[in-house]
């Protein structure tokens, strides 16, 4: 447009030098042509001026990220956008299961009881494994970068709050901001990276490769890393309040390693840790009508590492984890071989250092199966005449194949078995001994790939107690579980009256339940 106008003034020049007929015409003519030409030159002048605003706005534009409401993100809050990830796990189902209780039991004092409430066949809708997370890396310089992780738990189809049953209760509120993984740290080439904060243990990374199932009902963790049953799993969780080392790959070879200090000003691991909301290893005192301390599972220090070699299709790994301390006092309340005074709040002497061991292997043939092994060792230090009781000493197996069937298809198959443990607290058993409280557990899934990162699967498990053991179905990551209890009222105490009284009895644990359960689910990675 510029050049347009440049040219309608050179011919208006032009026009006003040639020769005309009358000298009054002529100069009036020159005047109106010199008036234009002014004009054209000051049009010419805000046109340049607009351009040049047209370009240094574009420039502008190019450089930042798009954004609504014409806010535009400084150039630190773009930077750690650039370095930064937005990453998840989505996942529910459909579930079906049952407590696989009798109708009735004969109890070892010859009188019989009756499971309370519906123990049979149950739908639930369950979130498994769900969380968010934002994680990003920062160079500080050429050998030093800081790392840092926020992660929580999203509860899809449940409201995030406490975690409440009949049997347990904890104050921690995993549907949280950073209920999960999170950490800041360091790292540099050729030495690897130390981090800060909460995060699964080593114990428990140096195996998960090896577990197909993981989130789904029947999840090795139902066996392997828990030492009396429940779906608690003692050894391979989430460790708080931890500082850790991992290492670079050396050749194939990795190392991790972890510390958690107990944080307890009590001798016997019977308090809070000190800047968290319930006991080590979770619950809050009192949970389960037991007295209002820290007594079923609360430890002091710990300890947790693994050593991996990595060569193709082969996947070594010994991993060992020790927790100080770990007060059991309630699995001596009203035990009959425990001494009589300590009948009623437990034998002071039932606190001592908890360690588990295992190695694993696993191999991917050519023929696209992949076969994975553990043995695992877990031991409880206790004076000699505890022994009779202590059901967190034993050893336990579990093997697992996978089969691609298709790209986009693929079906597994696990099996993990309990061993008998060393003794058995005898409260929940049914029957009058010699205890056995060893257990199975039968997995079986299949999955397939709808579109990248996006599954749908259905698997069927089976929990298969011995006469004392009392293993359950859920264990793992799942939002719903199945245990061992029966829906009789929780026994507590009531001031209300004035003088406290206990009501309700329950709930009851029965052993040598046969969970079962089918799930049909929809998993989502990004």
């Given at each position: 447009?510029?050049?347009?106008?440049?040219?309608?003034?050179?011919?208006?020049?032009?026009?006003?030098?040639?020769?005309?007929?009358?000298?009054g015409e002529v100069d009036d003519l020159k005047a109106q042509l010199a008036a234009m030409q002014?004009?054209?030159?000051?049009?010419?002048?805000?046109?340049?001026?607009?351009?040049?605003?047209?370009?240094?706005?574009?420039?502008?534009?190019?450089?930042?990220?798009?954004?609504?409401?014409?806010?535009?993100?400084?150039?630190?809050?773009?930077a750690i956008?650039?370095?930064?990830?937005?990453?998840?796990?989505?996942?529910?189902?459909?579930?079906?299961?049952?407590?696989?209780?009798?109708?009735?039991?004969?109890?070892?004092?010859?009188?019989?009881?009756?499971?309370?409430?519906?123990?049979?066949?149950?739908?639930?809708?369950s979130t498994n494994l769900s969380y968010i997370g934002w994680r990003g890396r920062h160079e500080l310089d050429e050998n030093l970068a800081f790392l840092w992780q926020l992660e929580t738990q999203i509860d899809i189809s449940a409201t995030a709050g406490t975690s409440n049953n009949?049997?347990?209760?904890?104050?921690?509120?995993?549907?949280?901001?950073?209920?999960?993984?999170?950490?800041?740290?360091?790292?540099?080439?050729?030495?690897?990276?130390?981090?800060?904060?909460?995060?699964?243990?080593p114990y428990k990374n140096s195996t998960a490769r090896m577990n197909p199932f993981s989130g789904m009902l029947g999840d090795y963790s139902v066996i392997m890393g828990n030492t009396g049953g429940d779906n608690r799993v003692e050894f391979g969780g989430r460790v708080d309040h931890a500082i850790w080392y991992e290492s670079p790959d050396f050749g194939g070879i990795t190392f991790n390693a972890l510390f958690s200090p107990g944080q307890n000003r009590t001798t016997d691991s019977s308090g809070i840790a000190a800047g968290e909301s319930s006991c080590a290893g979770g619950n809050v005192p009192g949970s389960g009508a037991l007295p209002p301390v820290c007594s079923d599972g609360a430890f002091n220090n710990l300890y947790s590492a693994n050593l991996a070699y990595t060569n193709g299709p082969l996947y070594l790994t010994a991993a060992y984890e020790m927790?100080?301390?770990?007060?059991?006092?309630?699995?001596?309340?009203?035990?009959?071989?425990?001494p009589p005074q300590f009948a009623a709040s437990g034998d002071p002497n039932d606190i001592g250092n908890e360690s588990a061991a295992k190695v694993g292997i696993q191999y991917r043939f050519p023929t696209k199966t992949t076969v994975s092994a553990i043995y695992e060792s877990m031991r409880r230090n206790v004076p000699a005449y505890l022994a009779y009781q202590n059901e967190r000493q034993r050893t336990g197996y579990w093997l697992a194949l996978t089969q691609s069937l298709t790209p986009k298809d693929d079906i597994s198959f696990g099996w993990a078995h309990a061993n008998k443990a060393q003794g058995d607290p005898g409260q929940h058993n049914t029957d009058s001994g010699p205890h056995d409280n060893s257990a199975n557990l039968y997995t079986a899934a299949f999955k397939h790939e709808l579109a990248k990162n996006t599954w749908w699967y259905a698997d069927y498990a089976m929990?298969?107690?011995?006469?004392?053991?009392?293993?359950?179905?859920?264990?793992?990551?799942?939002?719903?579980?199945?245990?061992?209890?029966?829906?009789?009222?929780?026994?507590?105490?009531?001031?209300?009256?004035?003088?406290?009284?206990?009501?309700?009895?329950?709930?009851?644990?029965?052993?040598?339940?046969?969970?079962?359960?089918?799930?049909?689910?929809?998993?989502?990675?990004?």
């Open positions: 447009m510029i050049k347009r106008l440049t040219g309608m003034a050179a011919l208006a020049a032009a026009c006003a030098a040639a020769p005309l007929a009358h000298g002014e004009q054209m030159d000051k049009l010419k002048a805000h046109l340049e001026q607009v351009s040049n605003q047209v370009q240094q706005q574009q420039q502008s534009a190019a450089a930042a990220p798009a954004s609504s409401g014409g806010w535009q993100p400084s150039a630190w809050a773009r956008l650039d370095e930064s990830q937005f990453y998840g796990n989505l996942d529910v189902s459909f579930d079906d299961t049952t407590k696989g209780l009798k109708s009735s039991y004969t109890l070892s004092d010859g009188s019989t009881a009756s499971p309370v409430g519906r123990t049979g066949w149950l739908p639930a809708i009949n049997s347990s209760n904890d104050s921690t509120v995993k549907g949280a901001l950073t209920s999960r993984n999170t950490y800041i740290g360091l790292s540099g080439p050729g030495w690897g990276a130390v981090k800060i904060g909460k995060t699964d243990a927790h100080t301390a770990v007060n059991r006092v309630s699995d001596t309340i009203g035990v009959a071989t425990t929990t298969a107690n011995h006469a004392s053991a009392h293993y359950d179905l859920g264990a793992g990551g799942r939002g719903v579980t199945t245990d061992c209890h029966d829906g009789s009222t929780l026994a507590a105490v009531d001031v209300s009256s004035g003088a406290p009284q206990v009501t309700g009895d329950g709930p009851h644990c029965y052993a040598g339940g046969r969970l079962q359960g089918i799930s049909v689910g929809l998993d989502f990675k990004f």
